[in-house]
């Protein structure tokens, strides 16, 4: 976030970025040396690109990591194998990377997507739902490769009695592909990293965040790609993990709040500035470097239509308050907030998000005291 006199300054730079320290100083009334500083400021923020003040217009943050199609077919009658069944099918966008991103992007925020897809009609849908929101120029196309999809066969209850995920096309996002992106990323405001890329991916853009001291969020994804994530996480200002997914990491069974309480030291030995374990609608714990450790109760919603959307909301939240520059437990209220309006819509990024509305839903929270 800006202070008064950054923003005046930056606001002259924009229109003549050829000005000279003192005539900034002279225009706003300033000693020279305070402009040297604001500039200095600007600069680290990531406002300002260097001389001559080039003002940096591009991408506030960079969702990296998947996007799939995916489709759920309901059962009409009970399943009969080796022949056809009669069903009801649906079909959403969907990739963590690519939730997240259009979350942001209906917060009014810039942002880009850097994914893979295949040339087909299914990362045409992808396209076609997405860029209104995102930029979607860095999202590449493979030829030998199918665009991501998951496909779901619900029995009539909504319970899974078989799921089929195609997503080898994410193996291709790995080092050498993350690499030819250094330069853009170095730009980044912040970015959110899915771990449905490879270890190295990851590895990689840990180690640009760290050295070009970029805020690094990571969304694991599951438990199974908590192989994706190193032991060295030194650099990643946010994770956000649920139990599962820590249990899996650390091999280690819950069995007590205090066991959760030593999990999140486990993260924050590992390097992690700032770590979140959620667990479902059970109390989230949060801890940090500088040893805050706190407690949040989720909202209850009254109506729920899909949670396939919670997590991801719950992260766009999260970074959209940071990114505004409120403190770690106000960003986790946005975070909260954003999933319980979340999993009372049919759609996986609700259609209703907007900056406004977000800020609104979570004073109203507040004010009824359930967040």
């Known amino acids: 976030m800006l202070t008064q006199n950054e923003q005046r300054v930056l606001a002259l730079i924009e229109k003549d970025p050829f000005l000279t320290q ?137 319970d899974m009695q078989l799921a089929l995920a195609d997503m080898s096309v994410a193996d291709t996002m790995n080092r050498e592909w993350i690499s030819s992106y250094q330069n853009l990323l170095a730009q980044a405001k912040m970015i959110a990293l899915d771990l449905n890329v490879p270890l190295e991916t990851t590895e990689y853009v840990i180690e640009l965040a760290r050295n070009k001291d970029i805020p690094l969020v990571i969304i694991p994804v599951s438990s199974p790609k908590m192989a994706h994530l190193p032991r060295q996480l030194e650099g990643v200002k946010w994770l956000i993990v649920n139990l599962d997914e820590s249990e899996t990491f650390f091999n280690k069974k819950v069995e007590t709040p205090e066991d959760v309480e030593e999990l999140v030291e486990n993260w924050l030995a590992l390097g992690v500035e700032n770590v979140i374990i959620t667990r479902g609608q059970s109390s989230t714990f949060y801890g940090n470097q500088v040893g805050e450790r706190k407690q949040f109760l989720p909202p209850v919603s009254p109506y729920v239509e899909d949670v396939t959307g919670a997590g991801d909301s719950y992260a766009s939240g999260l970074i959209y308050g940071q990114l505004q520059g409120y403190s770690p437990v106000e960003s986790i209220q946005l975070a909260m907030t954003n999933a319980y309006h979340t999993i009372q819509s049919p759609k996986t990024v609700r259609l209703d998000l907007t900056q406004d509305i977000l800020e609104k839903q979570t004073e109203e929270l507040k004010e009824r005291g359930i967040i």
Request: glycine letters at 10%; proline letters at 3%; aromatic letters at 6%.
């Open 22 to 158: 003192q005539e900034i100083a002279s225009q706003l009334d300033l000693p020279r040396s305070t402009v040297a500083t604001i500039v200095s400021s600007l600069t680290n923020k990531k406002q300002l690109l260097g001389r001559a003040y080039i003002v940096n217009h591009g991408a506030e943050i960079f969702c990296i990591g998947g996007m799939n199609i995916d489709r759920k077919y309901l059962l009409e009658a009970e399943l009969m194998p080796k022949t056809s069944n009669p069903v009801t099918s649906s079909m959403s966008v969907g990739g963590v990377a690519r939730n997240i991103s259009e979350n942001l992007g209906r917060l009014g925020l810039n942002v880009n997507l850097l994914s893979i897809g295949g040339r087909d009609q299914d990362f045409e849908t992808l396209k076609q739902a997405t860029e209104p929101f995102v930029n979607f120029q860095h999202v590449t196309q493979l030829g030998d490769y199918s665009t991501g999809s998951y496909v779901a066969l619900l029995d009539d209850d909504g």
